[in-house]
């Protein structure tokens, strides 16, 4: 059995993470504590598998605590339950952090929360990936535009024109975001110009997204590799993202979980972007290797950095905070197999789109895997899907 201890100064909240693992009791026993200073004594009776803390609590923040469970018990899973206005706060304390869930989430987001962060957790510790995060030229930082749209989404006089507004600070993002509110998968009949009426017809959770990764991709300026293309990879990106959120879609997922996936699918591949950028002499020995030994690009990264580019970008996002089922669908997306969470999810959406659009046919779908949590019955569905929204992308 495992044991949770939840930290919340709310009456209210604590008693309901009380009950949030009732009908688990033979896997989690739940310890709950009013404040840090509580929570630091039970931590010097017992040991705890996670410590799942709010970020604002008068005495101790979060993150205060959090450090503290680091430094003393750092095999403990530590998470951060707050809102996403909190986020910036938790991202500028990376290393006392594995996880963040935004307020408010309902008990299947935590319960898949805790089912994935045994897997996912031990994979971001890797020492190799580590090493190899340290050798980047720079990771950037948490970024801002996208936490200024999260606020304005939270406000209670959120508006499009407010969107609108933040996406316009940035040129490049505007530009990304008008090129997907024109692309041919959104079906418009006229041109978009505007970005008020981009944010319009994407949504202002498409557009969160769509920030999000520009934001990421702009960091990078990857023109030193000849063999590859970022814009190509854009492409990419964004044909994956579409297929991930259809995917989702068609299996009655949940909103949060839909744009999840495609979220996801947006930022699954900027690892390569990261590697091209800060390592592009040991980047191009990779794609060179993978040519002459016609064995998989990852396989080759895995030989030359002894880690490979989706655990690179997971890293960066497990340390920015980002939503669990985010950071485990980059994390494994060619390697699905290797999560915990054993049913249809964010990360089935992304491998299986990345799988459908990888030109090179180096991606193949685990159909071991989709059997193992039972979808593969929808495999054919997918399929068909994948190939109406490639014509309607090629229009």
Known sequence: MKKIL??????????????????????WQTTLAPDGMTALKLLQQTTFDVVASDMQMPGMSGIELLTEVRQRHPQTSRIIISGFTDQAEAADSLNCTHLFIPKPFDVKVLRATLSRIGSLDAYLKDDKLRGLAGKMRTLPSFPTLYLEIMREIESQTSSIQGIANIVA??????AKVLQVANSAAVGLSERVSDPAEAVQQLGMTTVRSLVLSAQVYGTYAPGRLKSFSADALWAHLMKCSDLARTIMRRERAAFAETEDAFTAGMLHDMGKLMLADSLPQEFAQALALAEAERISPIEAEQAVFGANHAGLAAYLFGLWGLPAAIVEAVAFHHTPEKSDLKQCSALTAVHVANAFYDQAGTAPVNQAYLAEIG?????????DTAAELQMEHAE
Do not use: A, C
């Open 6 to 27: 939840f930290v919340e100064d709310n009456e209210v909240l604590l008693e309901l993470y009380g009950m949030l693992l009732d009908s688990e009791r033979d896997q």
């Open 169 to 174: 600070k940035d040129p490049g993002i505007t």
């Open 375 to 383: 979808v593969s019955d929808r495999f054919r569905d997918w399929q």
